[in-house]
C-alpha cells in the first residue's frame, strides 16, 4: 500500500512530505503542486495508477490526483442493475409502426397473436429490445432532464468521444474539434429545454398540461428531501445497518413480518350463502374500456411488459387479451408470471428516513394483470352496492366532495355557536392486515357470485414479491396477508370489507363518512362522538383490523371552557386545533386552512380589481381559480334552499 508521497522541488531542502490519505477501496489521494523549476516534480511511491481529477483546482497551483493501489482489493459489492426496454419510444409513431412490423416478423408474418401467455410475452420482450433497444439502468441524479431527446444525446455522446480523443493526442486540431463540439451542446441543450417549454405552456390548458405540471413539482419535491437513494437503515432495535447484506435483510424482515402477520380477530360463526350462476364471457368492448382506462408512463412489473404495448398493437392485442382473459375466467387460474411482483418502498415524508415503519411498500405488478383487474373490477361494481358513506374510489366522487361536507357541518355549527365534536380514525396497515377470509366472507355477502370470488382467490394464490431499496433487490418471499398495494382491483376490495364491517356502525352522512381508509365520525356531544368511536373500534377489531390509539386525533369545533377530550379503551386521544383531512386542513375554528392563497382570500373578499398581466403559467391558474370558486358559490347556494 501506498504509505508516503513525497513531491520534490529543485531545491532539496524545500521538499514537502506528506502522509498520503488511504482510502478502503485501494484509492488514496495527494495533492499535486505545479512548481515552476528546471527540475520537474517527481511524485514518488508505488503508484502503479494515477490521474489528475481535472476541475478540483485547490488554488492556481494545486489540483487534485488520484491513484488506485492494487494490492488493495475493492471489497465494495457491485449492485446489479436492471437494464429496462425502452418502451417509452411507443410513444412516437414511427417506432411503433417498426415495432409492430418487427413483431409481425418474428412471429413469421402471421397478424394474430399466439394463443399461450409465455410465448406471446417472450416475443414481444425480445422484439421490444431488438426495435427500442435498452437502457443503462442507472438512475439519474440530480438532472432536470424531462426535456431530454435524442438530438441532445448524441450530441453530448460526439462531444465524449471528441473529449477523449484530445486527451490521447493533445493537438490543437483536436482541441478546436472538442471546443467546437461543446459549443453545439450548448445549443442544443438551449434549443431542447425551449422546445420543451414552449410545448408545456401549450399543454397547460390541458388536463395533460396540468399533470404535467404537477408531477414535475412533486419531483423537484422529493429530490429536495434527499430521501430518493437512502443506503443506510435501523434494525427494530435502533441500530443503524451499513452493509447492503444486512440493509436488503432487513427490508426483507419488515415486508415479510408485515404482510404475512394477521391482526388477533374473533371467528366467524355464521356462514353466508354464495351466490352460484353463470357468469358471461368477456367480451372485446370491456377489454377495450379496460384499455382505455390504464395510464401510459408507469413502472413495469416483473413481466416487463407495459400497457403501451396493447395500446400500440390496437385490435390485434385486444383480440388477443379477450381470448386470454376468457381462458382465465374459464379456468380461474392466470399464468404464473402475474404471481410476482417488485415492491418499492416509497417514503411517507414524516418521521424518520431511516425507519422501515415510515415506508409505504407499493407493488409494481404486471399491467397485463392490472388490465384483468380491471375488468373483473367494472363487473363487480354492477352487482355490488356501496354505502353513500363511502367517497373513496366511487364514481362522481372524490375528495372535494367529503372536504366540502365537512366544511359546511362545521360552519353550520359555527354560525349557530354549537360544539361540534369530530373523531378523525386512523387504522393502523390498513390495506396490509385485512384478513383474506373476510374478504371472501365481505364479497359473498356483497352477493358477489362464487366465480368472481374464485377468481379474485387466484389473484392472490402463491403470490410472492421482492423488495428493491437503494443497495438492491432482495429474496423473494410470499405475501399471505392483506390487499395487494398498486393493484387495480385492490380499492374496491377494500371499498367492499369497509361496507360490509360498518354495516352496524356507521350513520348518515355527514355524521359518519369514509375515503377507503380514512374515517371521520361527527357528533353534537363528546360523550356521543366517543360512544361511537369505541363502537366502530369494536367492530373493526373483531374482524382484524385494528385502530391505531396514537394517530387517531380528535377536534371540537367552536368549544367551550372544560370541553375535555376523549378516550378510547381508557387512553386519552390526541387533542388537535386544526387536522390535514385529505389533503385540506380544517380548524377548531371553521376558518378555511392555512394552504388558502392570498389571491383567493383577495377574490373572496373583493380587493382583487386590476391584476396585473399574467403570463401562460398563471393565467391558466386564475382560470382555474375563477372556476372553482364559482364551483363554491354555486354549491353554497344549493345547499343554502
Known amino acids: 500500500m501506498l504509505e508516503r508521497s513525497l513531491i520534490h522541488t529543485p531545491d532539496p531542502d524545500s521538499s514537502v512530505q506528506r502522509p498520503a490519505r488511504s482510502l478502503s477501496s485501494g484509492r488514496c489521494v495527494i495533492i499535486l503542486r505545479f512548481i515552476t523549476g528546471d527540475t520537474d516534480h517527481i511524485i514518488t511511491g508505488d503508484t502503479p495508477d494515477g490521474r489528475v481529477i481535472v476541475k478540483t483546482a485547490l488554488t492556481e497551483q494545486q489540483m487534485f490526483c488520484s491513484w488506485t493501489d492494487p494490492a488493495v482489493e475493492d471489497k465494495r459489492s457491485k449492485i446489479e442493475i436492471e437494464k429496462k426496454t425502452k418502451w417509452w419510444k411507443l410513444k412516437k409513431e414511427e417506432c ?30 425480445e422484439t421490444g429490445r431488438k426495435v427500442l433497444g435498452v437502457s443503462s439502468g442507472r438512475r439519474k441524479e440530480d438532472k432536470e432532464t424531462w426535456w431530454w431527446n435524442e438530438e441532445v444525446q448524441d450530441s453530448i455522446q460526439r462531444k465524449r468521444l471528441a473529449k477523449k480523443k484530445w486527451d490521447m493526442d493533445r493537438t490543437e486540431e483536436n482541441r478546436q474539434e472538442y471546443k467546437e463540439l461543446q459549443r453545439r451542446v450548448k445549443r442544443e441543450v438551449s434549443k431542447a429545454k425551449q422546445k420543451a417549454y414552449d410545448e408545456l405552456y401549450t399543454r397547460l390548458d390541458t388536463r395533460e398540461g396540468e399533470k404535467d405540471l404537477y408531477r414535475l413539482a412533486r419531483q423537484r419535491d422529493r429530490d429536495g428531501k434527499d430521501v430518493q437513494q437512502v443506503r443506510v437503515i435501523k434494525d427494530r432495535d435502533g441500530r443503524v445497518l451499513t452493509s447492503e447484506e444486512s440493509v436488503q435483510r432487513r427490508w426483507k424482515e419488515y415486508f415479510e413480518e408485515l404482510m404475512n402477520e394477521e391482526n388477533e380477530r374473533e371467528k366467524r360463526v355464521e356462514g353466508v350463502n354464495s351466490v352460484e350462476q353463470e357468469v358471461d364471457k368477456i367480451r372485446k368492448d370491456e377489454v377495450r ?25 390496437g385490435e390485434a392485442a385486444v383480440e388477443f387479451l379477450t381470448s386470454l382473459f376468457n381462458r382465465v375466467l374459464e379456468s380461474e387460474r392466470m399464468p404464473e408470471e402475474w404471481r410476482r411482483s417488485v415492491l418499492v418502498p416509497i417514503f411517507k415524508n414524516k418521521g424518520d428516513v431511516q425507519s422501515c415503519s415510515n415506508y409505504r411498500g407499493i407493488k409494481l405488478m404486471s399491467h397485463t394483470m392490472k388490465l384483468w383487474e380491471r375488468v373483473v373490477e367494472a363487473r363487480l361494481r354492477k352487482v355490488v352496492e356501496i354505502c353513500e358513506q363511502q367517497y373513496g374510489f366511487m364514481p362522481r366522487k372524490s375528495t372535494t366532495d367529503a372536504i366540502f361536507a365537512l366544511r359546511i357541518l362545521m360552519e353550520k355549527y359555527r354560525d349557530g ?45 402463491r403470490s410472492r414479491t421482492v423488495v428493491r431499496c437503494a443497495v438492491g433487490q432482495t429474496e423473494e418471499f410470499k405475501v399471505e396477508v392483506g390487499l395487494h398495494q398498486g393493484s387495480a382491483l385492490s380499492p374496491f376490495l377494500f371499498a367492499i370489507v369497509m361496507d360490509q364491517l360498518s354495516e352496524e356502525v356507521r350513520q348518515e352522512s355527514p355524521w359518519t363518512m369514509m375515503f377507503a ?20 373500534r369494536f367492530a373493526l377489531e373483531r374482524r382484524g383490523m385494528k385502530v391505531s390509539g396514537s394517530k387517531t386525533e380528535y377536534m371540537c369545533v367552536n368549544e367551550r371552557e372544560g370541553s375535555g377530550t376523549v378516550r378510547l379503551q381508557g387512553e386519552e386521544v390526541k387533542k388537535v386545533q386544526e387536522f390535514k383531512y385529505l389533503g385540506s386542513t380544517v380548524q377548531s375554528n371553521g376558518e378555511c386552512g392555512k394552504e388558502a392563497p392570498p389571491l383567493k382570500m383577495g377574490i373572496l373578499d373583493g380587493t382583487v380589481s386590476e391584476p396585473a398581466p399574467l403570463d401562460s403559467v398563471t393565467a391558466s391558474s386564475y382560470w382555474f381559480l375563477n372556476n372553482i370558486l364559482h364551483l363554491d358559490n354555486i354549491l353554497i347556494r344549493w345547499m343554502s334552499h
Open 517 to 536: 381508509d380514512d374515517i371521520v365520525i361527527c357528533s353534537e356531544s363528546r360523550e356521543q362522538v366517543e360512544e361511537n368511536l369505541e363502537r366502530w
Open 96 to 125: 411503433c409502426e417498426e415495432f409492430r412490423q418487427k413483431l409481425r416478423q418474428a412471429l413469421g408474418g402471421q397478424v394474430v397473436l399466439p394463443d399461450d401467455w409465455e410465448t406471446t410475452a417472450e416475443v414481444i420482450r
Open 417 to 461: 355557536q354549537r360544539e361540534l365534536h369530530c373523531v378523525f380514525v386512523d387504522l393502523e396497515k390498513a390495506y396490509d392486515r385485512v384478513p383474506r377470509e373476510e374478504l371472501w366472507y365481505c364479497m359473498r355477502k356483497s352477493g358477489v357470485a362464487e366465480k368472481y370470488v374464485r377468481v379474485v382467490q387466484d389473484m392472490y394464490e
Open 289 to 313: 374500456k379496460a384499455l382505455k382506462r390504464m395510464k401510459s408512463g408507469k413502472a413495469v412489473g416483473p413481466d416487463d411488459i407495459p400497457v403501451e404495448v396493447w395500446k400500440c398493437l
